[in-house]
């Protein structure tokens, strides 16, 4: 399994730092953050830096139902040539759902990626939608479009949470989809809950919803046993549970919105931006990014709190730079997922289980020594990934 | 079984049909064991209802027998049933409309009899065995149908070490591509104990792949290696087999043939996921992850 950066605005090192210092092993670029240029050349310069690196684009072209929606924020995404707002009733035709595709295939031609990944619409509610339909046809014709560019490629299937929540329509449309007769070669995974509060973490997001993350498991699970690759975008802690079941990479980026995937992340926020997030830092004990502050106080009553790898130098020595946020982000990341997935999957979703009770022990303890402000919530997402175990375990029949 | 033909009214009927003896029936057919030319033959005659006297209509009948001989006739495997010399005809015997053709005559035993006999096989055997019926079901898949009644009593084993097992019966074999829905009134598409459990569905031809038959392999090759149903318990009552079918995990081949190698009865476990998309997706997915293993 693979941490790859997934790519925002305000890059500036960290991705070329990242790949050299490997914390990361590739990085999921955002056709919203680049022009066709630009990205051209982001992606040669990661080449330069990591050779073997994994590096892919997010065409975005999901993002397309936004387009003429007041305050939408789509940065470059209208200088791609394949980013048009396209009417529902007429992707449903092939032809049109064959042209998208093939003006993202010329779009990208050249770059020197390692898999191209290819476009598709969101699914915002439900599989038993004209969504879902659509999304299909879009992987079915991807391959066949893609064919003739001689590298892998993966589908997008970008979907609301609350598709995964309704079991049937979700396992009709996992039966469709791997029972395709030319299917990608793998897939890039986003699901969609918007954060709580502005700014919030994932541990605070949509998301954190013990059957949403059971179904994304059982989305890795279901397509990397039926022999594609899966990366998954904006995994944050979910990473190691995702690794487990299946994924093959994640990504995470060093904002809120890099680390869960929202369509609000496409809308201007009615606060209108302001002050920069408090920097954090992400304890493999916990399982959860804290203040640099509550590092340091807990670390004093919980040492095992402090992941003791190499990016907590610049902690201990005052309050790291936004790159250092990143890079010891995306090394707790691996590290914690090397620890915990050695690919038996029964036994990994054991450790995980272990990590999910170290963590409320932690918690506990910390109680314990008189930190109670905002245990319940604070705790609230132990109790999620720990359902998240029970369901994914229940849906893929082990 | 009234429809079965008296063998005697029968040999009236074909002459050209010599040493006839009666082997088994079952739904509207009957397999006869005869000489036909110098072959010895399994003689199949189906019995055709008269119209609105059964659920089954004489057109959906005639068409089921034409698909599956064609089917045959389009598959290229020694693991198949191969057709006979006699074509499809229409034949009145007794008074009742029958049609008939044949299918070569295979002198063995079924795995059902292997079974009941407390026959236990060893690794080799399992995947010898396994090998065959995807072998058959790849060829099945090729010609764009599905089985859909795999079952132990379909499966011919023969002392033949270059085909040691053979399947049989295509009889409601469905062409994933243009096959008519039948109307036949609230049967089930196949032999419950081995049907896949979204077959249980009202609406199972919009789930109906090949995956419907890679959970019958894997039913039929765990039958036979553990000496019992994965899910049916011995006297339970119908409705409890499908509710188990359709709700309660199977038991693990592991748990039953423990000197059987891991990751074969991991491979048939996995056959019989309740979900589609656990399932091996293709016959030859499940070949290749045999492949290796002796």
Not at chain 2, 41 to 59: F, M, Q
Request: net charge neutral; hydrophobic share 40%.
């Amino acid at each position: 399994m693979t941490v790859l950066a997934q790519h925002g605005h305000q890059p500036t090192d960290k991705i070329t730092r990242g790949l050299k210092e490997n914390v990361i092993s590739g990085v999921i670029f955002s056709a919203r953050c680049a022009s066709p240029e630009k990205a051209r050349t982001l992606i040669s310069e990661a080449r330069l830096v990591g050779a073997d690196a994994e590096i892919l684009l997010d065409p975005e072209f999901y993002a397309t139902r936004l387009i003429g929606t007041p305050n939408c924020q789509l940065g470059n995404l209208e200088g791609w040539p394949y980013f048009r707002a396209q009417r529902r009733r007429d992707l449903v035709k092939t032809e049109a759902v064959e042209r998208v595709l093939k003006s993202a295939r010329e779009a990208v031609s050249g770059f020197d990626v390692s898999a191209h990944i290819a476009p598709n619409v969101y699914i915002p509610q439900s599989f038993d939608s004209m969504e879902a339909g659509i999304a299909l046809n879009f992987i079915e014709q991807t391959k066949p479009i893609f064919a003739g560019s001689r590298k892998l490629v993966y589908a997008t299937l970008a979907v609301d949470r609350r598709a995964l929540l309704s079991p049937e329509d979700f396992r009709s449309f996992l039966n469709d989809l791997t029972g395709l007769e030319n299917p990608p070669d793998g897939f890039y995974v986003l699901i969609g809950g918007g954060p709580l509060a502005e700014r919030s973490d994932l541990a605070q997001s949509e998301v954190m919803d013990a059957n949403v993350i059971g179904g994304w498991m059982l989305l890795n699970f279901i397509l990397s046993l039926n022999g594609f690759r899966v990366v998954n975008g904006f995994t944050d802690v979910l990473t190691p549970f995702l690794a487990a079941a299946g994924g093959q990479a994640c990504s995470t980026g060093w904002w809120s919105n890099l680390r869960v995937f929202s369509m609000g992340r496409y809308v201007k926020p009615e606060s209108g931006g302001g002050q920069l997030p408090t920097i954090r830092y992400l304890s493999k004990l916990l399982l959860n990014h804290i203040k640099i502050t509550e590092r340091y106080d807990y670390g004093v009553l919980v040492p095992g709190i402090v992941n003791r790898l190499s990016y907590d130098g610049v902690y201990d020595n005052g309050s790291p730079g936004r790159t250092e946020e990143a890079l010891q982000m995306w090394e707790a990341l691996t590290s914690l997922t090397q620890e915990a997935v050695s690919g038996n999957v029964e036994n990994d979703l054991a450790a995980l289980r272990e990590r999910v009770t170290q963590a409320g022990v932690a918690y506990t303890q910390l109680r314990s020594y008189g930190v109670t402000a905002g245990y319940e919530i604070t705790t609230e997402y132990l109790d999620q990934l720990d359902g998240a175990i029970d369901a994914f375990k229940r849906l893929a029949e082990l | 079984m009234e429809y079965v033909p008296n063998i005697e009214d029968l040999g009236r009927a074909r002459p050209d049909l010599r040493g006839l003896e009666f082997v088994a029936a079952g739904g509207f057919k009957a397999v006869f064991k005869a000489s036909v030319g110098d072959r010895s033959e399994a003689v199949k005659v189906i019995y055709i209802p008269p119209e609105a006297e059964e659920d089954s209509s004489r057109e959906e009948i005639v068409a089921r027998v034409k698909r599956e001989i064609d089917a045959l006739r389009l598959c290229r495997t020694k693991c198949l049933v191969s057709l006979g010399s006699l074509e499809l005809q229409a034949v009145a015997i007794g008074g009742r409309d029958y049609l008939i053709y044949s299918e070569e005559f295979l002198a063995g035993t079924s795995l059902k009899s292997r079974i009941e006999g407390g026959h236990r096989p060893d690794t080799a055997e399992v995947l010898v065995l396994a090998r065959c019926l995807l072998k058959a079901l790849r060829e099945i898949e090729r010609i764009g149908h599905i089985h859909r009644d795999i079952k132990p009593a379909n499966v011919i084993a023969l002392a033949a070490p270059r085909r040691p097992f053979v399947l049989l019966d295509l009889g409601i074999a469905f062409k994933l591509h243009g096959t008519e829905l039948t109307a036949r009134g609230g049967g089930p598409p196949g032999t419950l104990l081995y049907m896949a459990p979204e077959l249980f569905r009202p609406d199972y031809r919009d789930a109906l792949d090949i995956r419907s038959d890679v959970y019958s392999v894997g039913v039929t090759l765990f039958e036979y290696a553990a000496g019992v149903h994965p899910l049916a318990r011995r006297g339970e009552d119908v409705g409890t087999t499908i509710y188990r079918i359709l709700r309660q995990p199977p038991s693990k081949l592991r748990d039953l043939r423990p000197e059987l190698p891991e990751r074969l009865c991991q491979a048939i476990d996995r056959c019989i996921k309740k979900r589609q998309a656990l399932r091996y997706r293709n016959p030859q997915a499940l070949l290749d992850e045999l492949e290796g293993l002796t």
